[in-house]
């Protein structure tokens, strides 16, 4: 009879699979050993609100709770009752590290504000993306340090709002990290370090990708008389004034990456876009693919590629390719100076709370504001590119008047979806 | 009888040639067990899609399940005849289950037709690895189930998870105990760390085993209902190494398996590190 072995299966490293088992496993033992808390006191403990109980703002209030010593989640805030309510059912699992009481729980449009208004440090904003903006202001004018979900808008008049408060946060002294993990995810940073110091040579170009499967379902029968402000925010994925498109949602991490690897961001955007497999009302008036050519400063071209499809292979990846070589970014360089990173795994959506609190309590804020506003822009600009068929450029994005966000007021008000862009037709204001 | 001696004649060619490089380790094949008595193979054409799958009969018999250690276990099982998925269960079969193309309208409700779909996955499930006959992965043993649920529902048969006893019986073809096995041996019939290049690879590409089933060791992990009436994921997979290829290699889930899902709750579908749990169907007469 064969000899047993109950260790669990697949703790190898595979490529593009950054050590995914062994991960978890690597992080905790990580989180336990001595020295990782080089900053942390006995008696510095850090009250931490949550603003939006999805599924994402659920997880980053774990993650962060478990990121660090001495981490209570105060007070929770969603503009839905259920929602919130599932959340803290949820985050029962952190025993004592959950210090919610009903007085602290908020719902409703106005929930932000008086989460903010309560004695905590520090905010994760997980919202639906249209309303960060507006949260990450009200968050630095209120002196709370930040931990933000990317994307951080889904108009030009958002990312102006976050840049603006992003500088405050620097004045102020206060942290923000977002969650575009892939900075702290131990394999990239490791790569992106050897990158940098030319390990392909001069970078020339690059591919990035996110092609993979759609988020939810459509559910049920719709008219439009459905498209009420509530159901717009619960089924945000499919509005384009809450999600920003799936290239501004998801396709931001990979374009992130692009950002990381240039030291830039992209001076102008071509592209196509449409909506090839999710053509029903019922999916709102988002794209379910793109197709971006991204020009950097020194006409260097990326190539963006995103699509929602279902049946179809997958590839959430990127290529960026050097005079000497070519990088995943993420574990591998191929070419005059082959290499692999063989370190230790992580958990990087544990690793951004890490890597946040020890910013704070090195008294050190890390500000990642404008890293991700930009990178949020250049898809944003991408979208642009598609959504109108036209050339567009950084400052044509940047300065753009369009706002995208109705009042936010009635939840029972019908507002309608807007319609699906055509390029051509589509203007850019 | 015939594809036995085929099988058996082409592995023991393989083994020859090898034998030159890789001499003493090598025993004699066991003598199998002819799966007599058991009913014909078929491919099941899954009504209203395009789904195929090919099932081998599996003739009943007793085997004995033994585990030391903290997992112990010594069982003898008797085997009724079934028929068992040639290969692992590939994306082209599961896809039409979990993801109808939602073009003319949304995707059907829950319950719609008696069974439940998967919620969407956070990470793209095939990893990038591959789709279009690729096995598939990341998923849960609760998918497993909810997939032969609706391959019932469709088919009016009655399609499950094997037990463990039953993948074992499947997987040894009539091999008894614990042969030693050359590298090249494990080469021809198994994706595993030595030669997987780090992903699982196009399911059925390995020889088959000596009642005609494809990669029963390594590449996907299979779930399985365990002794205990616990999931067991069964044979090791593409990312092991060779000493763990084996008929009675065993992993039970752990966190770790969904370190990565950044939602809570955590899927109950799908396992954001899973790279290496997948599954086939079994079929009861």
């Known amino acids: 009879m064969s000899a047993p072995n109950d260790a669990p299966a697949g703790n190898g490293v595979t490529r593009r699979h950054f050590l995914r088992s062994s991960a978890a496993a690597a992080v905790s033992a990580a989180l336990l050993s001595t020295g990782n808390y080089a900053f942390a006191q006995g008696s510095d403990r850090i009250r931490v609100g949550l603003i939006g109980c999805g599924g994402r703002g659920t997880g980053a209030a774990g993650d962060c709770a478990n990121s660090a010593p001495n981490i209570e989640i105060w007070a929770m805030g969603d503009v839905f009752e259920d929602r919130l309510n599932g959340s803290r059912e949820h985050l029962k699992g952190l025993g004592d590290k959950l210090k919610v009481t009903d007085e602290r729980c908020f719902t409703g449009i106005d929930a932000y504000k008086h989460v903010l208004a309560q004695d905590i440090q520090l905010v994760i904003l997980a919202t639906p993306p249209g309303f960060r903006p507006v949260h990450f202001q009200a968050a630095i004018e209120a002196g709370k340090h930040v931990f933000m979900e990317k994307p951080v808008a889904t108009d030009a008049p958002g990312i102006r709002a976050v840049l603006a408060a992003g500088d405050l946060a620097t004045q102020k002294g206060l942290a923000v990290v977002a969650g575009t993990q892939r900075r702290h995810q131990n394999g990239y940073v490791a790569t992106m370090r050897r990158i940098h110091d030319g390990a392909i040579g001069d970078l020339v170009g690059a591919q990035v990708y996110w092609n993979g499967g759609g988020v939810g379902n459509g559910t049920g029968e719709f008219t439009e008389n459905d498209a009420t402000l509530e159901w717009q925010i619960r089924h945000w994925y499919y509005l384009t004034w809450l999600c920003g498109d799936h290239i501004v949602e998801q396709h931001v991490h990979n374009i992130d990456v692009a950002n990381w690897a240039f030291g830039a961001h992209p001076v102008s955007a071509m592209g196509v876009g449409g909506r090839a497999q999710r053509t029903a009302p019922v999916y709102g008036q988002i794209f379910d693919h793109f197709a971006i050519d991204f020009e950097y400063p020194n006409g260097v071209r990326v190539m963006s590629m995103c699509r929602h499809w279902d049946n179809t292979p997958s590839n959430v990846s990127e290529r960026v390719v050097g005079t000497r070589g070519v990088s995943d970014c993420s574990s591998n360089i191929w070419g005059a100076t082959p290499w692999r990173y063989q370190g230790q795994g992580n958990n990087p959506y544990v690793t951004e709370h890490t890597d946040l609190v020890n910013s704070i309590r090195a008294g050190k804020p890390l500000n990642e504001a404008r890293a991700v506003a930009e990178s949020t822009l250049s898809a944003i600009m991408g979208r642009m590119a598609a959504y109108t068929g036209q050339v567009v450029t950084w400052d044509e994005a940047l300065n753009s008047k369009e706002s995208l966000m109705p009042a936010v007021d009635d939840l029972k008000r019908v507002l309608g979806v807007p319609p699906v862009a055509v390029p051509g037709k589509t203007q850019l204001t | ?285």
């Open chain 2, 1 to 285: 009888m015939k594809r036995l001696i085929s099988a058996q004649g082409r592995l023991a060619a393989a083994c020859a040639a090898a034998a030159t490089l890789l001499a003493a380790t090598a025993m004699p094949i066991p003598a199998q067990d002819a799966p007599t008595g058991s009913p014909k193979s078929y491919v099941e054409a899954v009504p209203d899609t395009t789904v195929k799958l090919a099932m081998i009969a599996v003739p009943g018999g007793v085997i004995t399940i033994k585990r030391t250690g903290k997992n112990a276990v010594s069982q003898a099982v008797t085997i009724k005849p079934f028929w068992i998925e040639q290969t692992e269960l590939t994306w082209d079969a599961f896809d039409p289950y979990a993801f109808p193309l939602a073009a003319s309208g949304p995707a059907p409700k829950a319950g719609a037709d008696a069974v439940s779909r998967p919620s969407r996955p956070y990470i793209p499930a095939d990893l990038g690895w591959g789709h279009k006959g690729f096995p598939v992965i990341n998923v849960t043993y609760h998918t497993g189930q909810q997939y032969c649920a609706w391959l019932s529902a469709k088919t009016g048969k009655k399609y499950r998870l094997p037990t463990e006893a039953e993948w074992e019986w499947a997987a040894r073809a009539g091999v008894k105990g614990s042969p030693k096995t050359t590298t090249a041996q494990l080469q021809k019939v198994a994706w595993y760390a030595a030669n997987s290049k780090g992903q699982t690879q196009p399911a059925g590409r390995k020889a088959p085993n000596a009642w005609g089933i494809h990669d029963m060791l390594g590449n996907a992990g299979e779930w399985c209902t365990g002794l205990d009436g616990k999931p067991v994921l069964c044979g090791g997979t593409y990312d092991d190494p060779a000493a763990r290829i084996l008929f009675g290699t065993r992993a039970w889930q752990t966190p770790d398996w969904n370190a990565t899902d950044p939602q809570i709750p955590k899927s109950k579908w799908w396992l954001a590190d899973g790279s290496f749990a997948g599954f086939r169907v079994l079929r009861e007469p």
